[in-house]
């Protein structure tokens, strides 16, 4: 299973990004699939999850509605869209895919991860 994560970039506060998460060796209509997030000092902080029926992703408070996760099955691939960006949203996002039958916001709960993708932004 390998996950690829890409799309970060350097904008300024209040813009828009799409982080996009291609994964192989495993269907995004049968595992749970993580977006995570980890500023510069931080710990590794949940955003959000779209689970295998997509019409119950889950997302931090911190980004509830502005943050939107969504997936086409066809490429399957995850993508999170970020609207109204800050400066606290600064950090590398992963992308991760969860366990058989689990679906949560526990980086436990999680055993296969993209690598980082950098999302700076300036204010």
């Known amino acids: 299973v390998q996950l690829q994560a890409s799309g970060g970039g350097l904008v300024q506060a209040g813009a828009s990004l799409t982080l996009s998460c291609r994964i192989t060796?495993?269907?995004?209509?049968?595992?749970?699939v993580g977006w995570f997030r980890q500023a510069s000092g931080k710990e590794r902080e949940f955003v959000a999850v779209?689970?295998?029926?997509?019409?119950?992703?889950g997302y931090a408070d911190s980004v509830k509605g502005r943050f939107t996760v969504s997936r086409d099955t066809a490429k399957n691939t995850v993508y999170l869209q970020m609207n109204n960006l800050t400066p606290e949203d600064t950090a590398s996002y992963f992308c991760?895919?969860?366990?058989?039958?689990?679906?949560?916001?526990?980086?436990?709960?999680?055993?296969?991860w993209g690598q980082g993708t950098q999302v700076t932004v300036s204010s």
């Open positions: 060796g495993r269907a995004t209509t049968s595992y749970a």
């Open positions: 779209i689970p295998w029926t997509p019409n119950r992703a």
């Open positions: 991760a895919s969860a366990g058989p039958g689990v679906c949560g916001l526990g980086r436990s709960m999680y055993d296969y």
